[in-house]
């Protein structure tokens, strides 16, 4: 059974950094993309960003790109997603999520690519 499970989500100041991990079992990790999605309060839930199964490729959202970084450690099973200069439109409830085909070089970036989710962490900025 595919499980993810989030941390780090947090309090920040704006201009803090906060760095979410998101930790699988229950898989051949290695072998999948990856991505952070968010769900700003009485918003959808957006892509942030995405991670290739070797990192070769990575994809990030216009709103975060230069802010956030996306990586993974396949022995630990685990990505990550390091937030600098947060600001209060950061403000969402984080998810990670697995792409469902294994081994594409291209990152997907929509929801419908990605079927086991993580419970979600809350990060909220405060100005």
């Known amino acids: 059974q595919v499980q993810l499970v989030e941390s780090g989500g947090g309090l920040a100041q704006a201009g803090g950094s906060l760095r979410l991990s998101c930790a699988a079992s229950?898989?051949?990790?290695?072998?999948?993309?990856m991505g952070w999605f968010r769900q700003p309060p009485g918003k959808g839930r957006e892509v942030v960003a995405a991670i290739n199964w070797s990192s070769s490729n990575t994809y990030y959202a216009d709103s975060v790109k230069g802010r956030f970084t996306i990586s993974r450690d396949n022995a630990k099973k685990t990505v990550y997603l390091q937030m600098n200069s947060l600001k209060p439109e950061d403000t969402a409830v984080y998810y990670c999520?697995?792409?469902?085909?294994?081994?594409?070089?291209?990152?997907?970036?929509?929801?419908?690519?990605?079927?086991?989710w993580g419970q979600g962490t809350q990060v909220t900025v405060s100005s």
């Open positions: 229950g898989l051949t990790f290695s072998m999948y993309a």
């Open positions: 999520a697995l792409d469902t085909r294994p081994y594409l070089n291209a990152v997907r970036t929509t929801m419908q690519e990605y079927g086991n």
